[in-house]
């Protein structure tokens, strides 16, 4: 005790180390609680979240003095800036996709939007707190408050420094690995690390994790596919009355930007918000419980799942880290089945998310990109061209494909902020407490016109009758941070329970002829490849996946998000809590634990499939 009690002597005459430890750990514990609102479920939780940023900010403060024989101001306030903006990152970016940066998603800085409007709609003028210790430490320096060019660190006490912050780091990560056995097996967790060893130890090992990708692919052997070829074909392939209804058919999906399940059938001012959708899924399949399993790559992480069968990337976008992989793709199948041709429509640029490269790898014949299009200022918004504009020139070049043909429309207009002109506004704004929120029914609304005037047009060309039509929602619109308006237009109330619920999307699988018919299997978006082959006649038990048939999907598999919670026919597992569906209520962690094997076995799999580019192997 002496020894600690003359250490803490010792620092108190650091003061500029004491001030900005101590300003950055306020900072991170708060910003902990407050801005990534991590959830307490016990009193280890409260111990971690307020003391794991100490080890780590001492050890980044002590860079200071490492290596001279006095404390450097300017390298003190440059790990007070690198640290604030790491943490300021992950504030904003949490904002809106309830998670945090990571090594990748930095190299796809521009894919999640720069700096524009998305980024400033996220800002908050109490954001500017965060950098009040850095205008209290140019105050002080410029008083001389701490002579620190006078004070020489000793051996002993830099010694002594290293080693409380190494056992501080230490305890952290320990007591973490107590709460959570499978912390590091599970790291695609992400608040879960983040609460258990701090956001600047996430980092950390989040970089030691990225260096280690580059040597998978180098040590991967055809042995290693075997145990990822028995587990998806261990799977019973049960066919439907419904198999082959589609066969030789054109395959037309639509990419529904940031368009969510509530608003099929919702109104606002006693105006249907998707009046066509509503009327459509009366002659179509609708899958009513469909969620959103994207991560960090979004639209491109719904376009993979629906492609390969895979489970998107836990850090970054496949599209992105690994275009040049070789994958059992659906063009691909297709193309073996009847020659399918398969093109893609999007109008924003050919770079966006990587997506020149990919398609080629994933078997794409055409991608009309934005320089295909007349793109104007008056007919583009926010991320691209408007939806209505770009199925109407879309249709030209859709008529001139060779038959039958695999494509994919991707909209664009419904996505954050959703900002539109006033004379594209066919509904009144939803009157929320959220301005987000009220904006998004303006912009759904006019998607849904769009996908009314595309469906118009194949009717008049002929091309209709022989099309299947398959409508998904990408990924949500309305992050967390805006829920509550969702919960206001609804009349729900902000659960766990309620707000995994918000994470469905539609799936609407239109098959001209065939009577129409609302699906309450539960089921995500790596199942929309093996129904789509089911409805085409192509039996599924040989393409390598993950996902299942919608119409003979088992019950008791479990929907599985990237960040390890998922959802069954009883149960939502989310932030490591377990809740019955019916009741809302936490139950016993038990009742959910047979399915979180299969939840790890899975991705893991999947993770190693990719990084390991296993199917190459398959060739």
Same mark, same amino acid.
């Given at each position: 005790m002496r020894k600690i009690s003359r250490f803490i002597s010792r620092f108190k005459t650091y003061k500029l180390?004491?001030?900005?430890?101590?300003?950055?750990?306020? $900072?991170?514990?708060?910003?902990?609680?407050?801005?990534?609102?991590?959830?307490?479920?016990?009193?280890?939780?409260?111990?971690?979240?307020?003391?794991?940023?100490?080890?780590?900010?001492? @050890?980044?403060?002590?860079?200071?003095?490492?290596?001279?024989?006095?404390? $450097?101001?300017?390298?003190?306030?440059?790990?007070?800036?690198?640290?604030?903006?790491?943490? =300021?990152?992950?504030?904003?970016?949490?904002?809106?996709?309830?998670?945090?940066?990571?090594?990748?998603?930095?190299?796809?800085?521009?894919?999640?939007?720069?700096?524009?409007?998305?980024?400033?709609? @996220?800002?908050?003028?109490?954001?500017?707190?965060?950098?009040?210790?850095?205008?209290?430490?140019?105050? @002080?320096?410029?008083? $001389?408050?701490?002579?620190?060019?006078?004070?020489?660190?000793?051996?002993?006490?830099?010694?002594?420094?290293?080693?409380?912050?190494?056992?501080?780091?230490?305890?952290?990560?320990?007591?973490?690995?107590? $709460?959570?056995?499978?912390?590091?097996?599970?790291?695609?967790?992400r608040e879960q690390m983040v609460k258990s060893v701090g956001p600047y130890n996430y980092h950390l090992f989040d970089i030691g994790v990225e260096s280690t990708v580059p040597f998978t692919k180098m040590l991967a052997s055809k042995s290693d596919t075997k145990a990822s070829i028995k587990y998806t074909q261990s799977k019973k392939h049960n066919n439907s009355d419904l198999f082959g209804v589609a066969d030789g058919k054109n395959v037309v999906l639509i990419s529904m930007e940031s368009t969510q399940n509530f608003v099929i059938n919702q109104k606002v001012g006693g105006e249907e918000i998707t009046p066509f959708l509503n009327s459509l899924i009366k002659d179509s399949f609708y899958f009513n419980q469909i969620y959103d399993q994207t991560a960090q790559g979004k639209t491109s992480d719904s376009e993979f799942m629906i492609d390969t069968g895979l489970y998107p990337l836990a850090s970054g976008s496949a599209f992105v880290r690994k275009p040049d992989n070789h994958y059992k793709s659906m063009p691909n199948i297709l193309k073996k089945k009847e020659d399918y041709y398969a093109a893609v429509f999007h109008g924003n640029a050919r770079t966006f998310w990587n997506r020149e490269i990919m398609y080629e790898s994933l078997g794409y014949d055409r991608y009309f990109s934005k320089g295909d299009f007349n793109v104007t200022e008056e007919n583009s918004v926010n991320y691209g061209l408007k939806d209505i504009p770009f199925f109407e020139q879309s249709i030209s070049y859709l008529e001139k494909l060779p038959q039958p043909f695999y494509t994919r429309f991707i909209t664009l207009t419904n996505h954050f902020p959703f900002l539109l002109e006033e004379e594209d506004k066919l509904i009144p704004e939803a009157s929320t407490k959220e301005d987000v929120v009220n904006r998004y029914v303006t912009t759904v609304r006019y998607e849904d016109e769009a996908i009314k005037s595309l469906f118009d047009r194949l009717k008049k060309n002929g091309m209709y009758e022989n099309t299947i039509f398959v409508l998904y929602g990408d990924h949500y619109g309305i992050s967390e941070k805006y829920e509550n308006g969702v919960f206001e237009l609804l009349g729900q109330e902000d659960t766990p329970v309620n707000h995994v619920k918000l994470q469905q999307v539609p799936l609407i699988i239109h098959v001209p002829g065939e009577d129409g018919k609302t699906i309450k299997t539960i089921g995500g978006e790596i199942d929309i490849r093996p129904t789509i082959l089911h409805l085409l006649g192509i039996n599924t038990k040989g393409n390598l996946s993950f996902g299942h048939n919608l119409f003979t999907r088992k019950e008791d598999h479990p929907?599985?998000?990237?960040?390890?919670?998922?959802?069954?026919?009883? =149960?939502?597992?989310?932030?490591?809590?377990? =809740?019955?569906?019916?009741?809302?209520?936490?139950?016993?962690?038990?009742?959910?634990?047979?399915?979180?094997?299969?939840?790890?076995?899975?991705?893991?799999?999947?993770?190693?499939?990719?990084?390991?580019? @296993?199917?190459?192997?398959?060739?």
């Open positions: 180390i004491g001030f900005a430890l101590v300003t950055l750990w306020l $900072k991170t514990v708060l910003v902990s609680f407050i801005g990534f609102n991590l959830r307490i479920e016990s009193f280890l939780d409260l111990l971690l979240i307020i003391f794991n940023p100490l080890g780590s900010l001492m @050890l980044l403060i002590g860079f200071s003095f490492y290596f001279s024989k006095k404390i $450097k101001p300017a390298v003190v306030v440059l790990v007070m800036g690198i640290a604030t903006g790491l943490l =300021y990152g992950d504030l904003l970016y949490f904002r809106f996709y309830s998670d945090f940066v990571t090594v990748p998603i930095l190299f796809q800085f521009k894919n999640v939007g720069g700096i524009g409007p998305s980024t400033f709609e @996220l800002m908050s003028p109490w954001d500017l707190l965060l950098i009040v210790d850095f205008l209290l430490v140019g105050w @002080l320096l410029k008083r $001389k408050w701490t002579a620190t060019s006078s004070i020489k660190v000793s051996r002993r006490w830099k010694l002594s420094y290293i080693g409380l912050s190494l056992v501080l780091l230490l305890v952290t990560v320990g007591l973490g690995l107590v $709460k959570s056995p499978y912390l590091f097996a599970e790291s695609y967790d929907v599985i998000f990237r960040d390890g919670d998922f959802v069954t026919e009883k =149960y939502v597992f989310k932030d490591n809590v377990c =809740y019955d569906k019916s009741s809302e209520a936490s139950t016993s962690e038990s009742l959910c634990e047979p399915f979180k094997e299969t939840v790890r076995k899975e991705l893991g799999m999947s993770d190693d499939i990719i990084y390991g580019d @296993l199917l190459r192997f398959l060739d």
